[in-house]
T-cell receptor, first 113, second 114 residues
Framework: GDSVTQMEGPVTLSEEAFLTINCTYTATGYPSLFWYVQYPGEGLQLLLKATKADDKGSNKGFEATYRKETTSFHLEKGSVQVSDSAVYFCALSDTGGGNKLTFGTGTQLKVEL | DADVTQTPRNRITKTGKRIMLECSQTKGHDRMYWYRQDPGLGLRLIYYSFDVKDINKGEISDGYSVSRQAQAKFSLSLESAIPNQTALYFC?????????????FGPGTRLTVL
């Protein structure tokens, strides 16, 4: 079945550092890929998405490129802020009728001054 | 703003009790989902519904039941709660035919079963 693997956290960075959170997936067909963010005490919010190979999703300075050849969707940001501290989830949607989301285990990011 | 709301936000109950978690949405979406979140496990799908008459089991439906009372309401029930159902529960919605399975999440219900 479908699966998503994320790097384990927590990831601790200083403000203005470069961020990479790795995500790889296993799926049949051509799933859509997502990054969701969960701020403390809140629900999940869609951060960015990509629907086909080589697409780049971007939002709030975050980027991720859909790499079919390496089955990856790594999240990057050039300069993190304290306000980026949150848990980040990589997810894929299946291509069947249910369009269900499969999530990775989440990566906690802590950004310090 | 159109929104997804969940009640209660926090609940503590005892083993064997029946409990219902409720989800309402004003987005006009037809599809609704229930997930649970456990540390180190991410989110796992419990049940999902395409419309009022269409209910489907997710990967971890045992011990849970759902009711889609109206397009805007989707309730999750634990008939006899047990401690390993302690988790954070999320409701989500999606509108068929838009985007590529973007789902919108409620704020979550933290359930503790003693």
């Amino acid at each position: 079945g479908d699966s998503v693997t994320q790097m384990e956290g927590p990831v601790t960075l200083s403000e203005e550092a470069f961020l990479t959170i790795n995500c790889t997936y296993t799926a049949t067909g051509y799933p859509s890929l997502f990054w969701y963010v969960q701020y403390p005490g809140e629900g999940l919010q869609l951060l960015l998405k990509a629907t086909k190979a080589d697409d780049k999703g971007s939002n709030k300075g975050f980027e991720a490129t859909y790499r079919k050849e390496t089955t990856s969707f790594h999240l990057e940001k050039g300069s993190v802020q304290v306000s980026d501290s949150a848990v980040y989830f990589c997810a894929l949607s299946d291509t069947g009728g249910g369009n269900k989301l499969t999530f990775g285990t989440g990566t906690q990011l802590k950004v310090e001054l | 703003d159109a929104d997804v709301t969940q009640t209660p936000r926090n609940r503590i109950t005892k083993t064997g009790k029946r409990i219902m978690l409720e989800c309402s949405q004003t987005k006009g979406h037809d599809r609704m989902y229930w997930y649970r979140q456990d540390p180190g496990l991410g989110l796992r799908l419990i049940y999902y519904s395409f419309d009022v008459k269409d209910i489907n089991k997710g990967e971890i439906s045992d011990g849970y039941s759902v009711s889609r009372q109206a397009q805007a309401k989707f309730s999750l029930s634990l008939e006899s709660a047990i401690p390993n159902q302690t988790a954070l529960y999320f409701c989500a919605t999606r509108k068929t035919g838009t985007g590529h399975n973007e789902q919108f999440f409620g704020p979550g219900t933290r359930l503790t079963v003693l």
